[in-house]
């Protein structure tokens, strides 16, 4: 067995941008390791360097291949990109489609490139603290992007893409009903909107449609966003359409943190869901770890309704949170 | 304006199954409304006797046509039968499928039938909560089952179908690859494997890949389960091929809670999970209710780097906790 290095010591290495002890940390991260805790404080505090790209879109939108486009050319124009991907359909994290797999291939092969696929359950739902903390494990390495795909479907799904500095909405031309109702919802959250497949014939009308909504004022309207206005992308995969406006847009975004108030209000937001998301998931922790002694009883009740479900969590609570 | 009811001069109207106080109290309920709260404990205490049924499937594998030819058939069993959609994609929560809303109306004009949508963003992440409420709510109205049906992608959708006694996991013939590998994810919770559209040819293709993944163990394996082993069913809503076959499954998981340890297990799955998902909706209401006060000292704290996430939602969960 290997000796396991303490994560300390891995920190150094991973300040220096070796791949190897990023991925052991980052399978540390994934796992909730308490042994690692320490370390993200460190990482923490040196993180907030690199720009966050959520990057979501229903299922069949083409947002993987988007990831893959847009990793290419943002390596072509000299940044290391760093890609977490929280999505089951995805081929980075393990989907099955074969053309995909092999543009992953040729992403993986580039040492300026690291891809990273986390489990969308387990983890006790600590999904959104363990995204948070390997983004920040990729910006002190040295990435200088860090996109995260999800697939925008489900309320987590969509939260986590969202707690991003910008966030991408996938939207592709000619899919179903079913699909594109899911879609509306998503909508609302997009910075960027990108419009794949711009080399089918009825991409143009996909443009319109968003562009008309957002002039209508029926999308775009996020309380955070004064000064930002949403554009709407064309890109082609295929062709390379539109992926030199997509990182231009991203580049305007990254100057919005340099000090408007809309970035720093978007930040305010990302840390106030940051904090909410870990707590939750250390009531959750504390929750089944102690399940088998104080909470039992409060258990007991509810299975034989002498207790209302509200008063058992607020019970919960109050026991659960005076703990170390 | 119309005279605002308390909640507790609905509930003998709620008892007698009354449609209107019905709605009434469930508007009360996704809203997170304190002033029901107390009603709901009340309901609570004499909920239990419906069977609950949650079904899910990936877009476009039949779900919400099943869930229609489901509840036709068990009102023709003399059931009454209470839907509640949480699923942005289903004709029941507003999806834009002409022929499922048809359909809709159909089962609308039936008093034995009592459909709700519930939104699926929104009122602070307490999804999970308002659905569980919910569903006591009809089943105190006198719904013999009730049907919850959420779209098979996303974390907090998967666990709430879950929560239920039944779980019934649709799967299509002939879908996509990147909608049948979300789909991976999703069959482990089945206590019920529906294959729908069975009229297809391709049906029975579909019917001996999922027998045949039961029977080498790849999913099914559920450490509740003991004594029941999921059944495969073919259905058609075209046909009404294999609804018999369906409702006899769903009256044979009945009498598994009849006194069953399978059963009993189930039930307190189900309690802990509601317990904890009642807590964490609590933290989140606290923490947006202070979030001006005591919390914004650890958030500006948070946005200079000077405490970590972990060291911050700690504290979170310590102060917001110790509050009434």
Redesign the interface.
């Known amino acids: 067995m290997r000796t396991r290095v303490p994560s300390r010591d891995l920190l150094p290495r991973v300040l220096r941008g070796e791949v190897p002890a990023v991925a052991r940390l980052l399978s540390r991260v994934e796992a909730a390791d308490p042994e690692c805790?320490e370390t993200?404080?460190e990482v923490?505090?040196r993180?907030?360097g690199a720009h966050v790209v959520g990057i979501t879109g229903?299922?069949?939108s083409g947002k993987s291949t988007l990831v893959s486009a847009l990793a290419r050319r943002l390596r072509q124009a000299g940044h290391k990109v760093g890609i977490i991907a929280v999505d089951?359909?995805s081929p980075f994290s393990?989907?099955?489609?074969m053309g995909d797999r092999i543009r992953m291939q040729d992403l993986a092969n580039d040492e300026g490139i690291y891809i990273r696929s986390m489990a969308?359950?387990g983890a006790l739902?600590g999904?959104a603290?363990a995204t948070?903390?390997s983004v920040d494990v990729l910006d002190v390495a040295g990435f200088h992007h860090v996109l995260v795909e999800t697939?925008g479907?489900?309320?987590?799904?969509?939260?986590i893409v969202n707690a991003s500095h910008t966030t991408v909405v996938v939207s592709a031309p000619g899919l179903?009903?079913?699909?594109?109702?899911?879609k509306?919802?998503i909508l609302e959250i997009a910075d960027v909107h990108v419009v794949s497949k711009a080399d089918r014939p009825d991409a143009s009308r996909t443009v319109a449609d968003l562009r008309q909504m957002l002039a209508l004022g029926m999308v775009g309207q996020e309380k955070d966003r004064t000064r930002w206005h949403p554009p709407v992308v064309a890109t082609s995969a295929l062709t390379g359409q539109g992926l030199d406006e997509l990182l231009a847009a991203l580049e305007e975004r990254r100057r919005l943190f340099a000090g408007s108030e809309e970035g720093r209000r978007r930040?305010?937001r990302i840390?106030?869901y940051?904090?909410?998301?870990?707590?939750?998931?250390?009531?959750?922790r504390r929750?089944h770890e102690g399940?088998a002694g104080r909470?039992s009883e409060?258990?007991e009740r509810?299975?034989q309704?002498?207790i209302?479900?509200?008063?058992?969590?607020?019970q919960?609570?109050?026991r659960?949170?005076?703990e170390g």
Chains 1, 2 share one sequence.
Do not use: C
């Open positions: 805790r993200l404080g923490y505090a993180a907030g229903v299922p069949g089951p359909s393990g989907g099955s489609i969308t359950r739902g999904m603290r948070l903390d697939v479907v489900g309320q987590d799904e969509v939260e179903g009903d079913e699909i594109q109702a899911i509306a919802g930040l305010r840390a106030e940051r904090m909410l998301k870990t707590a939750e998931e250390i009531l959750r929750f399940s909470t409060l258990l509810l299975l309704r002498t209302s479900p509200h008063a058992a969590g607020e919960l609570l109050a659960i949170s005076g």
